[in-house]
């Protein structure tokens, strides 16, 4: 996302010739979305877009269950320690 927002950003700069960036080649400012598209690719390939979805799910579920056991009365394994 960051790769993205800093293409854009370059984008505008260049295209309305605002400062330093009006004097840079296209191939420059441009590059920003290429490595967006790359870290895409490597994030999808290599399964951490996933792992961080499931790790998601995983504390969603852990905090709907924490919150049932609260609904009833019931104390958790993590609260009857302290």
Do not use: C, H
Request: aromatic content about 12%; proline content about 2%.
């Amino acid at each position: 996302m960051f790769f993205l927002l800093l293409g854009i950003a370059a984008l505008l700069l260049k295209y309305l010739e605002i400062g330093p960036v009006a004097t840079l080649n296209w191939f420059i400012v441009l590059s920003p979305f290429a490595m967006a598209v790359a870290w895409w690719a490597w994030a999808d390939a290599s399964g951490y877009t996933k792992r961080r979805e499931i790790d998601k799910m995983a504390k969603r579920k852990d905090d709907r269950i924490e919150k049932q056991r609260e609904a009833m009365g019931m104390l958790s394994a993590k609260k009857r320690k302290k």
